[in-house]
């Protein structure tokens, strides 16, 4: 968008004025994202919603081409809820309690030489972004996603696993559906299932279900899992480097998280006490100096970068990418 399109807008929505342009943004916004509102009352709650956003979106982005900032912001599909409605019903990760885990569970390789940068999606470990919806199943994505990598390099076939089939059935394991899970117990709840379905053969539905899971449908498998070190960084590449994807838990949090568009993500806000979401770190790399972690989220493709995000690596644990990570052993 031009920069003074951006500035006469801005001064719009500031003032609180109607303008055809923000009504035929508004209005665009609606038919792509297919939003039917049920009455006035809240239609006029869901616009002012997304106004707040369009100004936080703008705002943000006028600093980021003035150099402050290394990321954009956008008006994705989430762009009608408030952070508050984001928080409560997409990121759905429990906390882990610590001392259900004993310390140095993964073992690093010794003298491992570690690559400059790493890409598992050029590898094929890692199935395409899926749309959790408003279930807060991030949970289930997030371990699949590193179980999926494995049974790649085992099987040298990647076959997307159903996180439906751990909404519905792994609730005696610990874990809520739609209400939220722990990575640590999906994994449990495939290691004494001694399997999951494919996705294929259990689709994802957005919602709590009766559970369906049948031998014929099973995709994949796991022994155990290991558990890194709280909060190192260094362990995590290495994970990464030399395993594969790995499941994290983040602060996702921010409204400036939920409308991330692209670039390198280093919100100095993004508190790493405060972890919410679980994600897939399917790599690592350098863009102009800047250190970053790759990973998937699992919000669709229209947010972020087609469904990723690039976050600042080795800035004192940013967002708590290393507070909780976990990998699968076959």
Not at 60 to 71: C, I, L, M, P, Y
């Amino acid at each position: 968008m031009h920069i003074l399109c951006v500035v006469l807008l801005l001064a719009f929505l500031v003032l609180g004025h109607s303008s055809s342009p923000l009504n035929k943004m508004w209005e665009e916004w609606k038919i792509k994202h297919h939003r039917v509102y049920d009455n006035q009352t809240e239609i006029i709650f869901r616009r002012a919603v997304w106004q707040k956003n369009l100004v936080l979106v703008l705002r943000h982005n006028q600093e980021a081409s003035a150099g402050k900032h290394n990321f954009t912001l956008g008006l994705n599909h989430l762009a009608d809820m408030t952070a508050e409605e984001i928080n409560e019903k997409m990121n759905g990760l429990k906390l882990e309690e610590p001392a259900n885990f004993t310390n140095g569970t993964f073992k690093e390789v010794s003298g491992l030489s570690m690559p400059q940068d790493v890409d598992w999606r050029k590898n094929g470990l890692v199935s395409p972004v899926q749309n959790q919806g408003l279930c807060g199943s991030c949970w289930a994505f997030s371990s699949l996603g590193a179980l999926e990598g494995q049974m790649k390099k085992r099987a040298g076939v990647l076959v997307p696993l159903s996180p439906q089939n751990l909404v519905d059935c792994s609730t005696s394991d610990g874990n809520h559906g739609c209400k939220g899970g722990y990575i640590s117990k999906a994994f449990k709840y495939v290691i004494r299932n001694e399997g999951v379905d494919s996705e294929r053969f259990y689709p994802y539905e957005h919602q709590n279900g009766k559970c369906r899971y049948s031998v014929k449908g099973k995709a994949g498998y796991c022994s155990n899992f290991h558990i890194l070190p709280r909060g190192d960084e260094r362990a995590l590449q290495a994970a990464v480097a030399s395993v594969g994807p790995v499941a994290v838990a983040v602060n996702a949090m921010l409204p400036s998280f939920h409308n991330y568009r692209g670039g390198l993500y280093n919100a100095p806000g993004c508190n790493p006490r405060f972890i919410n979401h679980a994600v897939l770190v399917v790599g690592y790399g350098t863009d102009r100096g800047q250190d970053y972690w790759l990973v998937k989220n699992s919000w669709g493709t229209e947010w972020g970068e087609e469904g990723f995000i690039r976050l600042a690596r080795n800035k004192r644990n940013l967002c708590g990418i290393a507070s909780f990570a976990i990998y699968p052993t076959l």
